[in-house]
């Protein structure tokens, strides 16, 4: 099956300060990759996604970039807040239709 | 809409007891999906159904069973309670039709808090 490796597992940045995030997943039919955001005692929320036909998709402050050569993708938050501190997790999604999540990375954001 | 509707928010149990937890979604969603996530881990799946009447097993099914009788009920049943099944379960939904470079994502419930003890 399909293995996901997500790193840092923790991340402590400045007020302002970009974030990385990076995973890398084992099945080269993975087709669907979503970014999610958990604040304690929540549920998952998802932030931003992208299709394995896609190599780079934006949302204001936050963007994912897709290399399916590497088997690899990645989260990226500009201009950090204090809100942003939260655990985010990535996925990959196979060909039946199952999702298969990283670890999670704790992201600290501090004032 | 309501979403994905967990039931109960928070059960302890002892060794050995059974229960189910209940997950109902009301947006029509095809897929469903049940999730443990143990402390500081990402989620891990047990089983998960294609439609009504079709389920298959995830990456941890063991000690856990499931059925999908509609479209919209996915009920997850412990038989026999252990501690290791301590953890916080989430059900979730999504729709696919075609699925390649298709980006439905999935809907999650608000979580059962579970402790056996």
């Known amino acids: 099956g399909e293995n996901v490796e997500q790193h840092p597992s923790t991340l402590s940045v400045q007020e302002g300060d970009s974030a990385v995030i990076k995973c890398t997943y084992s099945?080269?039919?993975?087709?669907?990759f979503p970014w999610y955001k958990q604040e304690l005692g929540k549920r998952p929320q998802l932030i931003i996604d992208i299709r394995s036909n896609v190599g780079e998709k934006k949302d204001q402050r936050i963007a994912v970039t897709l290399n399916k050569t590497a088997k690899h993708f990645s989260l990226h938050i500009t201009e950090t807040q204090p809100e942003d501190s939260a655990v985010y997790f990535c996925?990959?999604?196979?060909?039946?239709?199952?999702?298969?999540f990283g670890s999670g990375t704790k992201l600290n954001v501090k004032p | 809409n309501a979403g994905v509707t967990q039931t109960p928010k928070f059960r302890i149990l002892k060794i050995g007891q059974s229960m189910t937890l209940q997950c109902a979604q009301d947006?029509?969603?095809?897929?469903m999906y049940w999730y443990r996530q143990d402390p500081g881990m990402g989620l891990k799946l047990i089983y998960y159904?294609?439609?009504?009447?079709?389920?298959d097993k995830g990456e941890v099914p063991n000690g856990y069973n499931v059925s999908r009788s509609t479209t919209e009920d996915f009920p997850l049943r412990l038989e026999l309670a252990a501690p290791s099944q301590t953890s916080v379960y989430f059900c979730?939904?999504?729709?696919?039709?075609?699925?390649?470079?298709?980006?439905?994502?999935?809907?999650f419930g608000d979580g059962t808090r579970l402790s056996i003890l």
């Open positions: 099945d080269s039919a993975s087709n669907y």
């Open positions: 159904s294609v439609g009504a009447g079709i389920t």
């Open positions: 979730a939904s999504s729709y696919s039709m075609r699925q390649l470079f298709s980006n439905q994502p999935q809907h």
């Open positions: 996925a990959a999604r196979d060909n039946f239709n199952k999702f298969y």
């Open positions: 947006m029509n969603h095809n897929y």
